[in-house]
Nanobody, 114 residues
Framework: VQLQACGGGLVQAGESLILSCTAS????????VDWYRQAPGNQRELVAS???????NYADSVKGRFTISRDNTKNTVYLQMNILKPEDTAVYYC?????????WGQGTQVTVSS
């Protein structure tokens, strides 16, 4: 299982970014795909989840600002991040569990300046 994440960058507070996570079609069709993030000195935290059935779940800290979605034609899961805050600064990872094993993408840095 390979996950390819990209789209991070440096933005100012209040701006937007969209992260992309490309996976194989079978993964997207049967597995939940998650976005996690890890800031320096902090534990990795779950930011958003998208089930194969289309159900979503968000951390309280990003509700109303972040949206997770999927484009099956591109085998890609997106994380649209709006109204970014400095506390959103972290390395973002896409992840999925398949056959009882958790897989991780390589991480993409998001930095939000105040």
């Amino acid at each position: 299982v390979q996950l390819q994440a990209c789209g991070g960058g440096l933005v100012q507070a209040g701006e937007s970014l969209i992260l992309s996570c490309t996976a194989s079609r079978i993964i997207l069709s049967i597995s939940t795909v998650d976005w996690y993030r890890q800031a320096p000195g902090n534990q990795r935290e779950l930011v958003a989840s998208l089930t194969s059935g289309g159900f979503t779940n968000y951390a309280d800290s990003v509700k109303g600002r972040f949206t997770i979605s999927r484009d099956n034609t591109k085998n890609t899961v997106y994380l649209q991040m709006n109204i970014l805050k400095p506390e959103d600064t972290a390395v973002y990872y896409c992840s999925t569990e398949f056959l009882r094993t958790r897989y991780w993408g390589q991480g993409t840095q998001v930095t939000v300046s105040s």
